[in-house]
């Protein structure tokens, strides 16, 4: 099985233009900023990348601007998912050949397939690349919660090596460990540091793209140093950023940070709004108060 993902991937917001077309030059300086300061991988095209609301022309640009950028200083895993798991092989497929060094793959998230469906979904899209494949439960949007013991069915697949774990349940992390063991390695979706604690060997963090030295120190210190009375210090004091790009806000409160931090980012892709004016002011004043700044 491979272990090359380790660490705080952050899944990345999409800049834009005022016409809503990926804006590529924002996108490479961000890309750039984010290794600067210390992330350990990228994740473009994730929900909080709103491919849902891309072309397939955007996303392909978005994908090969991050790669070519990243130029394999962190690993770059590409979101793929898609409603038909021929087209989920096609889009792996592709990000194979723009040279990613993995993907991560939502399940179905209209059909609710069953345990057995899922497992030959991912069984099928895993037979068709050889880059590994994240696989990323997040039953609040995909309408799918594939819960330890069929992760531990997916651990089985050779390729399948690693999972995003979005749910606020720590003893899902604690479960996939006990049952899949070194078959499938666990990362944090929505929780960091508690998921570090009970093994995870990373997280998936909306809030590094605004704040990735510190999300990425939250790590080391609790999963390298052992050091968790440090780690649990820095998460509590940054706790007010990682609550704010949480919930429903991911995507329009990530962008509004960043704008006041200096990024322009452009607006939320429709259906989304961007925040409305008071909370826009409140995410302008945790910039100024934890002394926030865009500097590439």
Known sequence: MSTKFRGVFTVMITPVDGNGRPDLSALAAFTDWQICEGVHGLIPLGSTGEFLSLSEEDKDAVARTVIDTAAGRVPVLIGTGAEDTRECVRLARKAQEMGADGVMIIPPFYSTPTDD?????????AAAISIPIMVYNNPATSNVDMKPELLARIAEIDGCDYVKE????????????RLAGDRMVPFGGILGFESFVMGAQGWVAVASNVAPGPMSRIFTLAADDKDYDAARALYLEWLPIIQAVGGQAYVAGTK???SHMGFATGAPLPPRLPLPPAQDAQMKA???????RFEN
């Open 117 to 125: 469906e899922l497992v030959e979904h991912y069984r099928t899209i």
């Open 166 to 177: 979005s749910t606020l349940e720590v003893t899902r992390i604690r479960d996939i460990v």
């Open 256 to 258: 509004s940070l960043l």
């Open 286 to 292: 945790l910039v100024e108060q934890f002394g926030l």
